[in-house]
């Protein structure tokens, strides 16, 4: 049944500035599965808060999309007035939520672009069309995607492989490209960080970033892909957590008038929804009081505050600022306006059947995108250990934290049939590591990551890598995510050492990497007995 829209003029004024919150949700059906509960209240505070605060949407995490569907609909028939329903979905909604297509990392299209800038471009346009097609089968109306910004600093933690490239006419044609992929089907897209986070050394999950750019060079770099966006019609742009001096030496970007107001909406002339990025991040949460940030926000020109620390503690801000007259209620009448408008372009009734999911379509481009970016080099294929006395080393990130990691997945099976132990350490455990005879199959998987504070690559662990190289225990060697990590290991290893790079850390992208770096013609994984992987 499909949720009709109210008129909004008919809303009480704190029903109004409710709908311009929206809250960080489980994507799980159920209280116990909740993951991240500093983020993430309980069933019965948050449908009290959809129907009492009259919230404009939530974003949502975990979960499988079949779970994902039905946790929709439960939000949507809570809810007062229809959700946007929101998910950080920048490479597929598989990369949230299991069971639906995950993307390859967006900088991939920049590698293929090098070569063939129209291929790289046919491919953008189907990750936004069958991303767009994906979010609506599970119940989400709103990308937060594309990532519009040029990461030109190899150093940069958090957006890394998540931007389309390091120049602005590669992110431009890209970002444009997802857009168009996705503007057929009634969702919303995001450009973001605006007006640039590319080129950051810290993270503004953690800290404040200060850009100390001047103006010419804004222009040049960081702003021409979000005007390209904007001309493309994109439906919201989200702000980053930045201070750049050159524009306002005062208030970050998230709570400048003279950044929203002045350069998005009167310079490049954006007639959309300004959201700003999660509020409970460092680069908000160390420079004022979540009351004060969230009055600031809305006077500097944004429509909807992302993850407010207390939706409640908000609400009630704003509206003692209407009161006080500090802000005018017609103020908040036009966020309110441009949010009816988008809300009136997406569907709030019943998500197609899941059976849309991962469709032979997607899953073509996906294998496509990886083959075409996939870089190779050394004596390949590598022979296996004879006495299958070989060890696979995989490093990754967070030992805790990983969705792409398991005893079926490629980069453990495959190597498993071929004579390699396995050793899994992350970043907390690697200088554990011990020299050893046998040799050794490395898995390196990095990448940017919010909250991690560095790209994953520090110089403790270059040189325990550097210890490895040293004594000859890399045999082999395949890096999964950033391309700067590839470029590290460049300047050590051997030409000889086969090795192989792959922008995408999911299971197909290891299958891709492992087949090549073995030349294994067939599945390995179908021939396996259930001996050979410990059942």
Same mark, same amino acid.
């Given at each position: 049944?499909?949720?009709?829209?109210?008129?909004?003029?008919?809303?009480?004024?704190?029903?109004?500035?409710?709908?311009?919150? @929206?809250?960080?949700?489980?994507?799980?059906?159920?209280?116990?599965?909740?993951?991240?509960?500093?983020?993430?209240?309980?069933?019965?505070?948050?449908?009290?808060?959809?129907?009492?605060?009259?919230?404009?949407?939530?974003?949502?995490? &975990? %979960?499988?999309?079949?779970?994902?569907?039905?946790?929709?609909?439960?939000?949507?028939?809570?809810?007062?007035?229809?959700?946007?329903?929101?998910?950080?979905?920048?490479?597929?909604?598989?990369?949230?939520?299991?069971?639906?297509?995950?993307?390859?990392?967006?900088?991939?299209?920049?590698?293929?672009?090098?070569?063939?800038?129209?291929?790289?471009?046919?491919?953008?346009?189907?990750?936004?069309?069958?991303? *767009?097609? $994906?979010?609506?089968?599970?119940?989400?109306?709103?990308?937060?995607?594309?990532?519009?910004?040029?990461?030109?600093?190899?150093?940069?933690?958090?957006?890394?492989?998540?931007?389309? %490239?390091?120049?602005?006419?590669? @992110?431009?044609?890209?970002?444009?490209?997802?857009?168009?992929?996705?503007?057929?089907?009634? @969702?919303?897209? /995001? *450009?973001?960080?605006?007006?640039?986070?590319?080129?950051?050394?810290?993270?503004?999950?953690?800290?404040?970033?200060?850009?100390?750019?001047?103006?010419?060079?804004?222009?040049?770099?960081?702003?021409?892909?979000? !005007?390209?966006?904007?001309?493309? %019609?994109?439906?919201?742009?989200?702000?980053?957590?930045?201070?750049?001096?050159?524009?306002? +030496?005062?208030?970050?970007?998230?709570?400048?008038?003279?950044?929203?107001?002045?350069?998005?909406?009167?310079?490049?002339?954006?007639?959309?929804?300004?959201?700003?990025?999660?509020?409970?991040?460092?680069?908000?949460?160390?420079?004022?009081?979540?009351? $004060?940030?969230?009055?600031?926000?809305?006077?500097?020109?944004?429509?909807?505050?992302?993850?407010?620390?207390?939706?409640?503690?908000?609400?009630?801000?704003?509206? +003692?600022?209407?009161?006080?007259?500090?802000?005018?209620?017609?103020?908040?009448?036009?966020?309110?306006?441009?949010?009816?408008?988008?809300?009136?372009?997406?569907?709030?009734?019943?998500?197609?059947?899941?059976? $849309?999911?991962?469709?032979?379509?997607?899953?073509?481009?996906?294998?496509?995108?990886?083959?075409?970016?996939?870089? @190779?080099?050394?004596?390949?294929?590598?022979?296996?250990?004879?006495? +299958?006395?070989?060890?696979?080393?995989?490093?990754?990130?967070?030992?805790?934290?990983?969705?792409?990691?398991?005893?079926?997945?490629?980069? !453990?099976?495959?190597?498993?049939?071929?004579?390699?132990?396995?050793?899994? !350490?992350? +970043?907390?455990?690697?200088?554990?590591?011990?020299?050893?005879?046998?040799? /050794?199959?490395?898995?390196?998987?990095?990448?940017?990551?919010?909250?991690? %504070?560095?790209? &994953?690559?520090?110089?403790?662990?270059?040189?325990?890598?550097?210890?490895?190289?040293?004594?000859?225990?890399?045999? &082999?060697?395949?890096?999964?995510?950033?391309?700067? !990590?590839?470029?590290?290991?460049?300047?050590?290893?051997?030409?000889?050492?086969?090795?192989?790079?792959?922008? &995408?850390?999911?299971?197909?992208? =290891?299958?891709?990497?492992?087949?090549?770096?073995?030349?294994?013609?067939?599945?390995?994984?179908?021939?396996?007995?259930? =001996?050979?992987?410990?059942?």
């Amino acid at each position: 049944m499909t949720k009709l829209l109210p008129n909004w003029q008919s809303l009480s004024l704190q029903e109004k500035i409710g709908q311009m919150i @929206v809250v960080r949700a489980s994507g799980h059906l159920f209280d116990a599965q909740i993951r991240y509960p500093e983020w993430e209240v309980p069933n019965r505070q948050l449908q009290q808060w959809l129907q009492k605060l009259n919230l404009g949407g939530v974003i949502l995490l &975990g %979960g499988s999309s079949a779970e994902l569907l039905m946790r929709s609909q439960q939000l949507q028939s809570w809810a007062t007035t229809p959700l946007l329903i929101a998910a950080d979905i920048e490479e597929g909604v598989g990369q949230r939520f299991s069971g639906a297509s995950w993307l390859p990392p967006p900088m991939a299209l920049s590698a293929i672009a090098a070569q063939n800038p129209t291929l790289a471009q046919e491919y953008a346009l189907k990750m936004g069309e069958i991303t *767009a097609k $994906e979010a609506l089968t599970v119940g989400i109306n709103w990308l937060l995607a594309p990532v519009v910004d040029v990461n030109n600093n190899p150093a940069n933690p958090v957006i890394n492989i998540r931007a389309f %490239g390091d120049t602005p006419a590669i @992110v431009s044609d890209l970002t444009t490209a997802f857009i168009k992929g996705a503007k057929p089907y009634p @969702v919303l897209t /995001t *450009a973001k960080h605006f007006p640039g986070h590319g080129d950051t050394t810290v993270d503004s999950h953690l800290d404040l970033p200060t850009l100390l750019h001047a103006d010419e060079r804004l222009t040049q770099i960081e702003l021409p892909s979000f !005007v390209a966006a904007i001309s493309q %019609g994109v439906d919201s742009v989200m702000t980053a957590h930045l201070l750049i001096q050159a524009w306002d +030496r005062e208030y970050p970007v998230t709570l400048s008038s003279a950044i929203l107001t002045g350069k998005l909406r009167q310079q490049l002339g954006f007639e959309g929804i300004i959201v700003t990025d999660a509020l409970i991040m460092g680069g908000m949460t160390k420079y004022a009081t979540p009351e $004060e940030i969230a009055v600031m926000a809305i006077e500097a020109g944004v429509d909807i505050l992302l993850m407010p620390r207390d939706p409640v503690t908000a609400i009630e801000s704003i509206d +003692r600022a209407v009161q006080s007259g500090r802000i005018k209620e017609t103020r908040i009448d036009r966020s309110l306006a441009r949010i009816w408008q988008a809300k009136e372009k997406v569907v709030f009734s019943p998500p197609n059947s899941l059976f $849309e999911l991962i469709s032979p379509e997607a899953t073509k481009t996906t294998e496509s995108i990886l083959h075409n970016s996939l870089q @190779v080099g050394g004596n390949i294929p590598l022979q296996p250990p004879p006495d +299958r006395s070989g060890r696979n080393l995989i490093v990754i990130d967070d030992i805790l934290n990983c969705n792409f990691l398991d005893i079926h997945t490629p980069a !453990v099976a495959i190597p498993k049939k071929l004579g390699y132990q396995l050793q899994i !350490v992350d +970043r907390n455990t690697l200088e554990g590591v011990q020299l050893d005879t046998r040799n /050794t199959l490395l898995q390196v998987f990095i990448r940017g990551n919010p909250f991690r %504070g560095s790209a &994953g690559f520090t110089p403790q662990t270059q040189k325990i890598y550097q210890q490895l190289i040293a004594t000859n225990q890399i045999q &082999g060697l395949i890096i999964y995510g950033s391309p700067y !990590v590839l470029d590290w290991f460049f300047s050590q290893i051997s030409s000889e050492l086969p090795w192989l790079f792959t922008y &995408g850390q999911m299971p197909i992208a =290891q299958s891709i990497a492992l087949k090549t770096l073995f030349n294994l013609s067939t599945d390995v994984l179908s021939a396996s007995s259930s =001996q050979d992987f410990g059942f």
